[in-house]
Structures are given as structure tokens and as C-alpha cells.
């Protein structure tokens, strides 16, 4: 009991109470735009807080020690995406979740925790080496098979940030300036190839209607277009909860998911807005700090990871609310609805946690 004392009293509450206050603005505005969803939500948040609380029991060098034990997770978490094109119903015109009862669970979030750890181990033990060409390959090709996975149920926004934070990682372990100039046009050619022979028409038109949304005001830009009414009718304060007219009124696509930013912005305002970003900004910095005080590169690479991948969710998804960016499906981490991205993020604060017992 003394142990469990000790360990309640050596987590970090400003981490903790960031991510709660996120989830309760996004439990909030759920509420207000879907109130037959805000319980779930509230499930979700308690269950991934209680997951959260258990990981942070379990020793972060038990990942950077077994790597047996990472490739069978990274191996389970591929066939879990692969049974997704034989097992899972087709929702929406894509199959991207298993159904188990009232609930739906993505395990291409669960798999993003898996490959942070494999990264982190990859690139701990080599980071030396990253001069050799064959590293940066090699770890490529262990995010390129679940990102084609992802990217064929389709889900091309979860795709795009999978590479993203392995880029990042790359950077954080001292890639050469050549090697990363390499990768980079690599990308535009693979980029330009997938725009000619992989994307599909609609996700074609999302980046066509983002350019010029008045192209089809009324079809593929109608979702931005009233994103961004929604922002700019919430004004300082906001309409109130429960009153903002695009909101409620339907003319605010999936304002629970892809649109929660818009919705809370309505009608909480931009008082309300800015509380959510700031939240965001004082939970990245204490994952940063974790990057910052950590004296080994396992910890140092793992909280980079995470906090890259929350960082680019969140960049993205408030982007495609502001019109800034087209619109690819990405959750806004801890506020859009969704156990499976709430249980990402919480084992990883978890992991986080416990790395954060040893470097005080």
C-alpha cells in the first residue's frame, strides 16, 4: 500500500489535469451537439484514466529491453489491421473499425503506442549509426506496411500522420541533412504517384474544394465552409451551450469528430478556444519536458514520438476547421468522440508517467 502511496503521489497532476480539462471541454460540446453520445464519452475518458493510472505501474524499460516482446505486438497490431478488410462492417463506405457490440474500436490508434515503442527501441540502440542509410530504411519499412494498411481501409489522414512522426523521430535522431533531403523528394514522387493512382475521387475533391471551396459550396466544401461560419459566428464569448445555430441545426457536418473545434468555437467563443488551445499547449509542454530532462534516448525518443503525433492530430484537425488545411478525418486528440484515440493517448500518458517517475 505504501508503494501504490507513493507512486499516486509522484504523478504528474499538471499532465493529468491538462488532459482531463481537454476531455471536459470535448465532453462539454458533445453534449451540446449529440447528447446521446456524452455518456459513452464519459466512459471512455474514466476507462482510459483507469488504463492510464495501471500503465504507469508498469516499468518503461521493460519496453526498451524486450524487443521479442515489441516485434509480437507490432506483429499482432498488422494483423489486427489486415482483419479489419475481412472481418470488419463497412460503416460510412469505409472499414476502419470492429464492431464489438454498441462499440467500435479502430485499432489503427492502438498501433500508433505500438510504433512510438518500436521506434524508440529502433533508434535507442543505433542512434550512433544513423549515418548508415540502411537504418532510416529499415525503420521505413516498419511504418510504411501499417500506413498502407491504414491508407487502403481508406484512412489517408491517419496514414499521413504515422509518417509524419517517424519523420520527426528521424530528425530528433540525428538523420544527416543529405539523407533527409533524400527523403524528401522521395516523398513529392510518392505523393505525386498516389495523387495519379491511389486516392480516391472523393479524397481528390476534399483537396480540389480546399483550394476552392466555391467549386461545390454545396457538396465537398459545404463541411469547411460551415466550419468556418461556425468559428466566426461564436465571437468572444460565444453563442452558449447548446444554441449555436450550425451547430444544431445540421449544417455542421460530424460536429462531435472531424468539426468538435468548429462547434466549440460557436458556442463556447473564442474565450473557449483559446482555453483548449492553451490546455493543449501546457500538456505538450510537459511531455516536452519529459524529451528535456530525459538522460537516455529511449524515454527521450518515446515522449518525442508522442508528442509529435498529438501535436500533428491536433495541427491538422484545427487546421481543417480554420480552412487552412483540406479535410482528411483526423480526430482532435481527447475532445472529438471515440474511445480507441482516447485509449491511445492515455496508455501513452501512462508510459510517460512512469518515465517521468525516474527523472526527477
Given at each position: 500500500?505504501?508503494i501504490?502511496?507513493?507512486?499516486?503521489?509522484?504523478?504528474?497532476?499538471?499532465?493529468?489535469?491538462?488532459?482531463?480539462?481537454i476531455s471536459?471541454?470535448?465532453?462539454?460540446?458533445?453534449?451540446?451537439?449529440?447528447?446521446?453520445?456524452?455518456?459513452?464519452?464519459?466512459?471512455?475518458v474514466?476507462?482510459?484514466f483507469?488504463?492510464?493510472?495501471?500503465v504507469?505501474?508498469?516499468?518503461?524499460?521493460?519496453?526498451?529491453?524486450?524487443?521479442?516482446?515489441?516485434?509480437?505486438l507490432?506483429?499482432?497490431?498488422l494483423l489486427?489491421?489486415y482483419?479489419?478488410?475481412l472481418?470488419?462492417p463497412t460503416?460510412?463506405?469505409?472499414?476502419?473499425?470492429?464492431?464489438i457490440?454498441?462499440?467500435?474500436l479502430?485499432?489503427?490508434?492502438?498501433?500508433k503506442?505500438?510504433?512510438?515503442?518500436?521506434?524508440a527501441?529502433?533508434?535507442?540502440?543505433?542512434h550512433?549509426?544513423m549515418?548508415?542509410?540502411s537504418?532510416?530504411?529499415?525503420?521505413?519499412?516498419?511504418v510504411?506496411?501499417?500506413?498502407?494498411?491504414?491508407?487502403?481501409?481508406?484512412?489517408?489522414?491517419s496514414a499521413?500522420?504515422?509518417?509524419?512522426?517517424w519523420?520527426?523521430?528521424?530528425l530528433?535522431s540525428?538523420?544527416?541533412?543529405?539523407?533527409?533531403?533524400?527523403?524528401f523528394?522521395?516523398?513529392?514522387?510518392?505523393?505525386s504517384?498516389?495523387?495519379?493512382?491511389?486516392?480516391?475521387?472523393?479524397?481528390?475533391?476534399?483537396?480540389?474544394a480546399f483550394?476552392?471551396?466555391q467549386?461545390?459550396?454545396?457538396?465537398?466544401?459545404?463541411?469547411?465552409s460551415?466550419?468556418?461560419?461556425?468559428?466566426?459566428?461564436?465571437?468572444?464569448?460565444?453563442k452558449?451551450?447548446g444554441?449555436?445555430?450550425?451547430?444544431?441545426?445540421g449544417?455542421?457536418?460530424?460536429?462531435?469528430?472531424?468539426?468538435?473545434?468548429s462547434?466549440i468555437?460557436?458556442?463556447?467563443?473564442?474565450?473557449?478556444?483559446?482555453?483548449?488551445i492553451?490546455?493543449?499547449?501546457?500538456?505538450?509542454?510537459?511531455?516536452?519536458?519529459?524529451?528535456?530532462?530525459?538522460?537516455?534516448?529511449?524515454?527521450?525518443?518515446?515522449?518525442s514520438?508522442?508528442?509529435?503525433?498529438?501535436?500533428?492530430q491536433?495541427f491538422?484537425?484545427?487546421g481543417?476547421?480554420l480552412?487552412?488545411l483540406?479535410?482528411?478525418?483526423?480526430?482532435?486528440p481527447?475532445?472529438?468522440?471515440?474511445?480507441?484515440n482516447?485509449?491511445?493517448?492515455f496508455?501513452?500518458l501512462?508510459?510517460l508517467?512512469s518515465?517521468?517517475r525516474d527523472?526527477?
Amino acid at each position: 500500500m505504501e508503494i501504490i502511496l507513493k507512486r499516486i503521489k509522484e504523478l504528474d497532476y499538471v499532465l493529468i489535469f491538462s488532459a482531463l480539462l481537454i476531455s471536459a471541454i470535448g465532453i462539454l460540446s458533445i453534449y451540446s451537439s449529440n447528447p446521446a453520445l456524452y455518456v459513452r464519452q464519459i466512459v471512455f475518458v474514466a476507462i482510459g484514466f483507469v488504463v492510464m493510472f495501471f500503465v504507469s505501474f508498469v516499468d518503461w524499460r521493460s519496453f526498451r529491453e524486450n524487443s521479442y516482446v515489441i516485434l509480437v505486438l507490432y506483429f499482432l497490431s498488422l494483423l489486427s489491421l489486415y482483419g479489419l478488410f475481412l472481418f470488419a462492417p463497412t460503416i460510412r463506405g469505409v472499414q476502419r473499425w470492429y464492431r464489438i457490440g454498441d462499440f467500435l474500436l479502430d485499432p489503427g490508434e492502438i498501433f500508433k503506442i505500438v510504433i512510438i515503442i518500436l521506434l524508440a527501441k529502433y533508434f535507442s540502440t543505433r542512434h550512433v549509426e544513423m549515418y548508415k542509410f540502411s537504418h532510416i530504411i529499415l525503420s521505413g519499412i516498419y511504418v510504411a506496411i501499417p500506413a498502407f494498411l491504414i491508407f487502403r481501409q481508406p484512412d489517408l489522414g491517419s496514414a499521413l500522420i504515422l509518417i509524419i512522426m517517424w519523420m520527426g523521430v528521424l530528425l530528433i535522431s540525428g538523420i544527416k541533412l543529405k539523407h533527409f533531403l533524400v527523403l524528401f523528394f522521395a516523398g513529392v514522387i510518392v505523393l505525386s504517384a498516389g495523387w495519379m493512382f491511389f486516392l480516391e475521387d472523393y479524397q481528390k475533391d476534399r483537396a480540389i474544394a480546399f483550394v476552392n471551396p466555391q467549386l461545390d459550396p454545396q457538396g465537398i466544401g459545404w463541411g469547411q465552409s460551415q466550419a468556418q461560419i461556425a468559428i466566426g459566428s461564436g465571437g468572444l464569448l460565444g453563442k452558449g451551450i447548446g444554441s449555436g445555430t450550425q451547430t444544431q441545426y445540421g449544417f455542421l457536418p460530424e460536429p462531435e469528430t472531424d468539426f468538435v473545434f468548429s462547434a466549440i468555437a460557436e458556442e463556447m467563443g473564442f474565450v473557449g478556444a483559446s482555453v483548449l488551445i492553451v490546455a493543449f499547449v501546457i500538456f505538450l509542454w510537459r511531455i516536452m519536458l519529459v524529451v528535456l530532462r530525459s538522460k537516455t534516448n529511449f524515454p527521450r525518443l518515446f515522449a518525442s514520438g508522442f508528442a509529435i503525433l498529438i501535436l500533428t492530430q491536433a495541427f491538422i484537425n484545427i487546421g481543417m476547421n480554420l480552412g487552412l488545411l483540406p479535410i482528411i478525418g483526423t480526430p482532435l486528440p481527447l475532445v472529438s468522440y471515440g474511445g480507441s484515440n482516447l485509449l491511445f493517448v492515455f496508455i501513452g500518458l501512462g508510459i510517460l508517467q512512469s518515465i517521468k517517475r525516474d527523472i526527477k
